[in-house]
């Protein structure tokens, strides 16, 4: 299935969890954020957010410095 993350397609497998496709794309969970249509998922929640076909993602790296 495809799923859509900051207007990129993804392919991911049926049942792929968000904590196993930030893992996948190498991203440690420290420092970044993920929202789906708009609303920040909580990270205790990762695990059990199933990705579906055509699901859109924003996912946002905080940076430091000034």
Do not use: C, Y
Request: hydrophobic fraction near 45%; avoid cysteine.
């Amino acid at each position: 299935m495809t799923i859509i993350l900051n207007d990129k397609p993804h392919e991911v497998a049926e049942g792929t969890s968000l904590a196993a496709f930030i893992a996948r794309l190498g991203l440690q969970p420290q420092g970044i954020a993920v929202a789906i249509h708009s609303e920040v998922v909580p990270k205790d929640r990762w695990k059990d957010t199933i990705l579906s076909d055509r699901l859109e993602l924003i996912l946002i790296h905080a940076v430091s410095g000034g």
